[in-house]
């Protein structure tokens, strides 16, 4: 099929001297086609255009597209600002560390990550945390033989996000109900009556936020509450500068956020791969039979190379965060132009994730790309995750339960004799924007 373009937009212009691409409709530019095909979008575009060119983002006007590597380095530059991300999802994302820059940025950061970093998560026990729900899902996809996979990582990783923030398994419904709401900020227009999404998602944000605020506040009083909470609190606490409780809520929010559809993402595609290729499928048997049991520590992930290869590739090939959105502050080179102060950029980690200027046959899943190198990760070879002072705060959390998740699913089905199959196409229905993601009809067999 062919892109979702305007075809009465075929007008070839420039604005600033860069290329607009054709095929815009009126008020939502090009959604449509960057959210069906994107990958496509932006081959199409650098084939016809060259390496700079404007996709209209609707009602968040013109973003500049950058295909040369110079972009990526662009993430650690001082004069490129964040704050766009707060301007195009000001109800999500406004407040929250990942619009803001500088001081601000900086102070916010440090309270939180060390909570998120190997050390952290091994002393708060978090895999300990995570293993038996891991377990106990994967057991219940072999009782009933087929699931539909999207559906059900997004449900799992909702439960150990959740987990991770001491929510008790009993409020769990009603965080369901809630974030699900919580979600429709996203794409609700911007109608504020009631029982549209936008109220809906308002109140939702506003009940999310109370009950953090009281999580917050049982830290503080060393109630019982376990989970990352209240490291962070005692971290926010001991800061230089005070940081206000609405800080810390909006980001304990964002935590939330980042860390749900991005994850269930990979690790859905992480089960079609290995459903579709079987030689992966039983070279991960072999090193879960060799483990013997799901690791619960960083220290344990050095044992299981191929788990962590099969992280590392899924996400090359499938990233779920496509495009990220910056602002130059002052003017500045990008590849072959001058870019002045104010232009508003997206930075498409997406093209760069299957670059043949980064990686041999970008576009072929190969393993042994991870299992074979010998030097250490290099900032480019986890792009997927952003880089410079943004770069993802999860990261350590997310390599941590895939893992957990590769082995948990090995053992359990090939104990049953069962490996999990593809039961449609794989290729239909995929999504890339605002994250990227499978299909939400896709279907695994266990057989
Ligand atoms: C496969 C999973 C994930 C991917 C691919 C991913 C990707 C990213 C990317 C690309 C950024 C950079 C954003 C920017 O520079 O504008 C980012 C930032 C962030 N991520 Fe993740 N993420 C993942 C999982 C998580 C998890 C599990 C959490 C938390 C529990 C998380 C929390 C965050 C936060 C808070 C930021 C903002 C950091 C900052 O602005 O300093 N992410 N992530």
């Not at 439960?159 to 923030?165: E, N, Q, R, T, V």
């Not at 109140?203 to 999580?215: G, T």
Request: hydrophobic content about 45%.
């Amino acid at each position: 099929m062919d892109m979702l373009l305007n075809p009465l937009n075929r007008r070839h212009r420039l604005w600033h001297d860069i290329p607009v691409v054709p095929g815009a409709f009126p008020l939502v530019g090009h959604f449509p086609a960057m959210v069906r095909d994107l990958p496509r979008l932006l081959r199409r575009a650098e084939r016809t255009l060259g390496s700079h060119f404007w996709l209209n983002f609707g009602p968040a006007g013109h973003l500049m597209i950058c295909v040369d590597p110079d972009a990526f380095a662009l993430l650690r530059h001082k004069d490129v600002s964040s704050a766009l991300i707060g301007e195009m999802a000001p109800e999500l994302l406004g407040g929250t560390l990942v619009a803001q820059d500088g001081g601000a940025h900086r102070q916010a950061r440090d309270a939180i990550k060390a909570a998120l970093l190997p050390k952290g998560l091994t002393q708060a026990g978090i895999g300990d945390l995570f293993a038996p729900v891991i377990r106990a899902r994967v057991q219940a996809w072999r009782d009933r033989g087929d699931v539909t996979i999207l559906c059900e990582t997004g449900d799992l990783m909702l439960k150990l996000i959740f987990s991770l923030m001491g929510i008790p398994a009993q409020d769990l419904p009603g965080w369901h109900r809630k974030y699900r709401q919580l979600l429709q900020l996203i794409v609700a227009p911007p109608i504020d009556l009631p029982g549209l999404p936008l109220r809906r998602g308002r109140a939702a944000r506003d009940w999310i936020d109370a009950q953090l605020r009281q999580f917050v506040r049982d830290a503080r009083s060393h109630a019982a509450r376990t989970g990352l909470i209240s490291d962070m609190v005692s971290a926010f606490d001991r800061s230089d500068d005070e940081l206000s409780d609405d800080v810390l809520v909006a980001n304990i929010r964002l935590l939330l956020l980042g860390g749900h559809e991005t994850t269930a993402s990979t690790m859905a595609w992480m089960v079609i791969e290995l459903a579709r290729q079987p030689v992966l499928w039983d070279a991960l048997v072999e090193e879960a039979q060799r483990v013997g049991a799901v690791p619960t520590r960083h220290a344990d992930l050095a044992h299981c190379p191929v788990a962590e290869a099969l992280f590392r590739e899924t996400l090359r090939l499938h990233p779920p965060v496509t495009l990220l959105p910056r602002r130059t502050l002052q003017e500045l080179q990008l590849g072959q132009r001058r870019i002045p102060a104010g232009t508003h950029l997206g930075i498409p980690l997406l093209h760069f994730s299957t670059s043949p200027l980064l990686h041999e046959a970008p576009d072929e899943f190969r393993l042994e790309r991870w299992l074979q190198r010998t030097e250490p990760i290099r900032p480019v070879d986890m792009l997927q995750f952003g880089a410079g002072p943004h770069v993802c705060i999860g990261y350590h959390l997310v390599w941590l339960e895939l893992v957990q998740f590769c082995i948990a699913l090995a053992l359990t089905m090939h104990k049953a004799g069962v490996r999990p199959r593809l039961l449609n196409d794989a290729e239909k229905g995929q999504r890339y924007y605002p994250t990227a993601h499978p299909s939400m009809t896709i279907c695994i067999g266990f057989s």
